[in-house]
C-alpha cells in the first residue's frame, strides 16, 4: 500500500517533468526565429537629401536591429512576430563634419540620441524562390517625434540561412517636427524630402541549452 508520502513525491515528480517540457518548448520556440543583424560591413543604412545647392547623403554608423522570424529551416518567413531597429543619431556621417554637426543640432541629437523604429504589425508575402515581401507598419522615432510608417521590404532567404532585407522609405522633416534648416545665412536650404535606404542582414542566433 503506498504511502501518503510516496503519493506527494509521484506528484511532485510528475509536476516538475511537465514545467521542465513547457521550459524546454518555450526556450525552442523563442529561439526558432530569433535573428541579429550580422558583423557583414553589407548593413548600410542611408539617409539621402537634397537643398537648393546639391544633393547630400549621411551613412548611419553600427545600427543595431532584432528581429523575429517565424520560420522552419531552409524555408521562407511565414510572419515577422517582431522587429526593433536603433542608430545613434550622431553616427549619421556625410562627407563634411561641419554638414554633421549642423545635422546634429537640427535632429535634437543631444536631447535624443536614439533614431528608433519598432514593429506593431507585419503581412508576409512570399514571391518567387527564396524571395518575400514585408509590409511592416511601426513606430518611427526621431528628434523625439513618433510617426506611424509602413515600410516595403524586400526580403531575400540566403543559402546560408541568413536573411536580406532591403527596401527605401521616403519621410519628411516636417513630419517630425523638425524644421529644415538653411545656412551661409539662407543661401542654402536643406528640403523637406528624405529618403532612407536600408540593406540589413540577420543571422539566425543559435541557443545551446544544456540540461543536466
Known amino acids: ?41 553589407d548593413n548600410v543604412v542611408k539617409v539621402l537629401g537634397s537643398s537648393n545647392v546639391h544633393d547630400w547623403t549621411m551613412i548611419a554608423q553600427n ?20 522587429f ?10 556625410s562627407e563634411h563634419s561641419s554638414m554633421d ?6 535632429i535634437k541629437a ?3 540620441p536614439k533614431i528608433t523604429f519598432k514593429l506593431t504589425a507585419a503581412t508576409v508575402i512570399p514571391g518567387a524562390k527564396d524571395k518575400f ?25 540566403r543559402s546560408d540561412n541568413t536573411i536580406t532585407c532591403s527596401g527605401s522609405q521616403k519621410i519628411k522633416l516636417t513630419d517630425f517636427k523638425i524644421t529644415p534648416p538653411s545656412f551661409m545665412l539662407g543661401a542654402m536650404k536643406v528640403k523637406d524630402d528624405l529618403t532612407i535606404q536600408y540593406n540589413l542582414n540577420f543571422k539566425k542566433q543559435q541557443i545551446v541549452s544544456q540540461l543536466n
Open 101 to 106: 554637426d549642423r545635422t546634429y543640432k537640427t
Open 110 to 112: 543631444d536631447e535624443f
Open 84 to 93: 526593433a531597429f536603433s542608430v545613434d543619431a550622431k553616427s549619421l556621417k
Open 63 to 82: 545600427p543595431v536591429c532584432e528581429a523575429d522570424f517565424a520560420s522552419t529551416a531552409g524555408d521562407i518567413p511565414k510572419a515577422l512576430k517582431s
Open 1 to 41: 500500500m503506498k504511502t501518503k508520502h510516496q503519493h506527494s513525491y509521484k506528484v511532485i515528480k510528475l509536476l516538475s517533468c511537465i514545467l521542465l517540457i513547457s521550459f524546454v518548448c518555450a526556450v525552442g520556440a523563442k529561439a526558432q526565429g530569433a535573428y541579429k543583424l550580422s558583423s557583414s560591413a
Open 133 to 157: 515581401t514585408i509590409n511592416a507598419t511601426g513606430n518611427l522615432t526621431i528628434a523625439g517625434v513618433t510617426k506611424v510608417i509602413t515600410l516595403q521590404v524586400n526580403g531575400d532567404l
